[in-house]
């Protein structure tokens, strides 16, 4: 092998992108020079990326080497940088400056005609788990084009980069692997999570999104294959809420799983035990929000996402008061749930106070939309929340939750156990109640069914119908059978994308409460004015600026919620609400507050344009 000082790097210059400097140039062309004076000492060794290695020869395979690297702004290494790539899009000149000769083929087109390339190339998959790969392969290789394309094409492309899309991507995650997205932290790097953290290289990161794995959408214990979800969301919040993509980093925390599939295929990325519970779960989560606290500074927003009901609300309810943290699944849902009933009111009248609320599922999603609802309703009246409770109703597994039941309840569901005879299925508790707005959330495909659906339009001539679980195949039912047996009359929204439905001559569009509507807006309104706790008051101010952008065209074509291809003014709208409620309640830490806070929210968000490169 060669001496430590001839396998020396061979270092060429950082040329940084968008700052050409002359002086880098300069350094490169010296770099150019060591490499000719170097190549006598190479013989049986390759020069690859500034670096020196020795060939791959049956005598060299007993030898370690180290893997020297050097990252450079230009010629191959360049093209093959997502973050900075622009594809065949490099002008002659930046092909001229970054030694690009020769490395493209010599046509040079825009951004708009490859992103109209590629759109067509989608459209050509018709199995949609292609098409979320390909989006990942595009996200590898050119990261403003992928953004480019999704935000362009949002309402078209939102279902193949998350839901439903992403729910198989994770079952098949294993077996779809290419290459690693976000961090890992399983049970091995107990004691070591800072220095896990410190590997990633972005430095600058405002928003994590975490998951364990343990309740992915509707698809029960995916334990480290839910990386799917993490990664999912924050491209969301880059599309849609313009936070820049390296300040976003995706996180799964590994503690084994209880899927017995996972633990025997072959292909399965995560550790094979069985999930971690007690003393040893708690231990490694307190030391990851420790670490990411310590690491990244007390402003650093943590988002939970898809943890099962028995760790979720305990995590939210310890860490709220020492970290920026929201859970998405209970905070989330219940904002935009909450903003299209708001909205739905507008069309069958009265107040939040003078209807009957009926949940089907009582876990993360139902009572945590409950509580927002109840707390809304506590402001708009000034009665007492638990008064507020009182106007909601929750069906669980094992029935109607009433006082009878209250000691074998779990502590989340207690505050929901009124005064009621017990009943067991859904039908006969709509029949009791007589709700005015039914919403599921129970993951249970197909539990509206026709006479539960035409029992609540018996009583309401307009009956609000919420069919949120997901994916598409977990829906309580669907919009076609929704609008068909209810006469037209339903005003429905779902968790999963459902196509327009055509009865008696008239089309309606149903509407989508999916929480992309809320938590890239609001993570955005966090960001920008620097909070460093989330409040309450904050979902109810993202609730009402959501609800505020449905127009009386949405309403007329059966919509409570704004269309997605306004989804980044919807944002900022929403960003601004909640950066204005930070600013009230004295928790932002970015002063003074701008004058104008949508504008400001706009000026914020990042641009997936390309850049030009000197």
């Known amino acids: 092998m060669l001496s430590h000082n001839r396998l020396r790097v061979l270092r060429k210059a950082v040329i940084p992108c968008c700052v050409g400097r002359r002086k880098g140039f300069a350094a490169d062309r010296k770099g150019s020079a060591m490499e000719r004076e170097n190549e006598a000492y190479v013989d049986n060794h390759q020069v690859a990326n500034g670096a020196a290695f020795v060939v791959d ?29 622009n594809g065949l899009a490099f002008t ?51 990261e403003r084009l992928f953004y480019k394309l999704l935000i362009d094409n949002v309402e078209e ?11 198989e991507a994770c079952q098949k995650y294993g077996s779809i692997f290419r290459r690693p997205r976000g961090l890992y932290i399983s049970l091995r790097e107990k004691n070591k999570v800072l220095e896990v953290l410190k590997n990633w290289p972005q430095k600058n990161i405002q928003v994590i999104v975490v998951t364990d794995g343990e309740r992915i959408l509707g698809l029960g214990d995916l334990g480290c294959q839910g990386m799917g979800i993490p990664v999912g969301k924050l491209a969301l919040y880059t599309a849609l809420g313009g936070i820049r993509p390296s300040a976003c980093l995706p996180v799964t925390i590994d503690v084994g799983t209880n899927n017995e599939n996972l633990l025997n295929d072959e292909f399965y990325i995560g550790l094979r035990r069985k999930r971690a519970t007690g003393q040893e779960y708690a231990e490694l989560l307190e030391e990851f929000m420790s670490s990411v606290k310590q690491k990244y500074g007390e402003r650093i927003l943590i988002q939970f996402e898809d943890f099962a009901n028995h760790n979720a609300f305990d995590l939210l309810s310890k860490y709220r008061e020492t970290h920026l943290v929201f859970n998405d699944d209970i905070q989330g849902t ?20 003078e209807h009957t609320f009926l949940f089907l599922g009582a876990g993360e999603a139902g009572t945590g939309i409950a509580e927002l609802i109840a707390l809304q309703m506590s402001k708009e009246t000034r009665i007492p929340v638990e008064e507020a409770r009182k106007k909601i109703w929750l069906v669980d597994s094992k029935g109607l939750i009433v006082r009878s039941r209250i000691q074998s309840l779990q502590h989340f569901k207690k505050p929901w156990a009124h005064e009621h005879e017990s009943i067991k299925g859904l039908l006969d508790a709509v029949k009791s109640i007589k709700p005015t707005v039914l919403i599921g959330s129970s993951g249970a495909g197909q539990a509206f069914t026709q006479e539960v659906i035409e ?103 059966g919509l409570i919620y704004p269309p997605f291809s306004n989804i980044r003014k919807i944002s900022a709208h929403i960003a601004a609400n909640v950066a204005a409620k930070a600013y009230e309640l004295g928790l932002a830490g970015n002063l003074p507050r701008p004058d104008n806070l949508v504008k400001h929210a706009e000026k914020c968000m990042y641009s997936p344009i390309y850049r030009t490169y000197r």
Request: charged share 20%; glycine share 6%; proline share 7%.
């Open 57 to 85: 020869n049956a005598a060299a395979l007993d030898q370690p080497i180290t893997p020297w690297m050097s990252m450079v702004a230009s010629g191959y290494t360049l093209l093959r940088d997502p973050h900075h790539n």
């Open 92 to 142: 002659e000149k930046e092909r001229d400056a970054h030694y690009l000769r020769g490395l493209l083929p010599p046509v040079s087109i825009s951004q708009e005609l490859q992103e109209k390339k590629l759109m067509r190339n989608l459209r050509e998959y018709k199995v949609p788990l292609q098409r979320y790969m390909a989006m990942m392969d595009l996200q590898e290789r050119n």
């Open 157 to 167: 492309l939102l279902p193949v980069v998350y839901t439903p899309t992403v729910g």
């Open 334 to 353: 219940a904002s935009v749930v909450l903003a299209g009933v708001v909205a739905a009111l507008r069309l069958v009248g009265g107040t939040l106070a």
């Open 455 to 557: 029992t609540m339009a018996l009583f309401n001539e307009k009956p609000i119908i919420l069919a949120l679980s997901n994916p598409t195949s977990q829906s309580e039912c669907s919009a076609e059978q929704a609008y068909t047996w209810s006469k037209g009359r339903a005003i429905f929204a779902s968790g999963s994308p459902f196509d327009p439905v055509e009865y008696k001559g008239r089309t309606f569009v149903p509407g989508q409460a999916n929480n992309a509507y809320i938590f890239p807006g609001f993570g955005l309104g966090l960001v920008m004015s620097g909070a460093i706790r989330v409040h309450d008051d904050m979902l109810l101010a993202a609730s009402k600026a959501l609800a505020e952008q449905v127009t009386d065209e949405n309403f007329e074509k």
